[in-house]
Each structure stands twice: as structure tokens, then as C-alpha cells.
């Protein structure tokens, strides 16, 4: 065999160089790089007051009955029935009664703002009884102490809060029980129970029907007693 047929050997591939850990570094920079000037082109900004919009702080029952209240307050000062007119409109007819002068809670029940004027005759723990002349006989006008603050009528009597207002059962009850705390600490509170007996009141607050008949249990938005 002579030199020019002996096999050429194939020729040597050269190795790949693998690319530096700097290039890949600078590739991955890169890669951010576009991806965070795509995040700032689409980022919206907000001002403050558009951000306390969209992010509105979680329902707190408690803020919301202390300025509600006394905006209640002057809404059944301005749309009190004396009780010397409801009781006799309530005892002919209640249903007329309830669409005059009241809120419909369905169910037969009404929900009324009223006033009333009168002396006190008892107190003890639960009650303060109102002695009011111009009443059907046998009608009793109570105002409740302490724990005897029970119900809704605040929160219904005005027509103004609505259950659809709330997320749910429970930040509308919840808004009742504060708005009973409220009566508690800005109107009862005031009262003097040991030398409340005898002296002239006028209160103007609500009252729900469903209770015992011929009874008015006034729940105060205010109470003034006379010197």
C-alpha cells in the first residue's frame, strides 16, 4: 500500500466552548431587565384616596353606630309621633297606624319614632314608668334601664338603615347590639336613678310593636328631665 492509499485519519473536532458564567449572568439580567420595564409600562398608580377606595378598611360595628347615632337622634326628633297621638291610632287600627307614622318589618309588625311627656312615677332596675296625661286608659309608657334595652328599634325606626346596607345577618345585628351601647353610655348614663322618681320627662327615642299589648317601651335617643 503506498502512502497515497492509506486512510486519512478524520479530521479532529474542536471542542465547544461552554459560555462564561458572566455571559450567563448578563443573559439573565437581560431577561429581568425587559420583564421589569414591561411591569413599570403596565403598572397603574394610585393616589391615596383612590387606593382607600378600592381598598375600603373591614366593617367595624362599633365606629359605625358612634357616628350614626346621633344622626338617628335627629331624625326622630324631627319625625316623633307623641305617643298621646300613636296610642289611640294604634289601639283603632295598627296596620293604618304603621303606614302613617311608622316602618313596616313585616310580619304585622311596625317600628315607630315617638315621643312622650309625663312624670316619672316608678324606677327599679329594668324600668322607669312615665305617667302620661292624654293616653288611653291602661297604656303604659316605660323607659328601659340597663339590661332592659333590648331589640331594634333604633336601628329601624327612621327607614334609613336597611339590611341590604351590610355584608351579612351579622354586621346587621352586630350594628343593633352597638347602637344599644350607645343608649346605654350617652343617654342613660346621664340619669340620675336615685332622685329620677317624681320629676317631669320628655323622651323621644322608638319603639317596636310585638311586645306586651298597650305597652310603649321607649328606647331613648335622648331624655331631658326638668330641674
Known amino acids: 500500500m503506498t502512502p497515497a492509499d492509506a ?10 466552548r461552554k459560555p462564561s458564567r458572566l455571559k450567563r449572568a448578563l443573559g439573565v439580567l437581560a431577561v429581568i431587565a425587559v420583564f421589569g420595564l414591561l411591569a ?19 366593617f367595624n360595628p362599633e365606629t359605625y353606630a358612634r357616628d350614626t347615632f346621633p344622626k338617628l ?7 316623633a309621633t307623641d305617643v298621646t297621638e300613636l296610642a289611640p291610632a294604634i289601639k283603632r287600627d295598627l296596620d293604618a297606624a ?22 316619672i312615677s316608678e324606677v327599679d332596675d329594668d324600668f322607669a314608668l312615665v305617667d302620661v296625661d292624654g293616653v288611653p286608659k291602661g297604656t303604659a309608657v316605660r323607659i328601659p334601664l340597663g339590661a332592659a334595652v333590648n331589640g331594634s328599634p333604633i336601628r329601624d325606626c327612621t327607614g334609613t338603615i336597611a339590611f341590604g346596607d351590610f355584608a351579612g345577618q351579622t354586621d346587621y345585628q352586630s350594628v343593633s347590639n352597638q347602637f344599644k351601647l350607645r343608649i346605654q353610655q350617652d343617654v342613660l348614663a346621664k340619669l340620675d336613678r336615685e332622685t329620677l322618681k317624681g320629676k317631669r320627662v320628655e323622651v323621644e327615642g322608638c319603639w317596636n310593636t310585638g311586645g306586651p299589648p298597650d305597652s310603649f317601651i321607649i328606647q331613648p335617643t335622648t331624655i331631658t328631665v326638668a330641674s
Open 7 to 16: 486512510p486519512t485519519a478524520p479530521p479532529t473536532k474542536r471542542p465547544r
Open 40 to 58: 413599570i409600562f403596565d403598572t397603574t398608580y394610585l393616589t391615596p384616596e383612590e387606593f382607600r377606595r378600592l381598598n375600603p378598611p373591614a
Open 73 to 79: 337622634g335627629a331624625r326622630v326628633a324631627k319625625s
Open 98 to 119: 304603621g303606614k302613617r307614622y311608622g316602618q313596616d318589618l313585616g310580619s304585622g309588625n311596625y317600628s315607630f319614632p315617638l315621643k312622650a311627656s309625663g312624670t
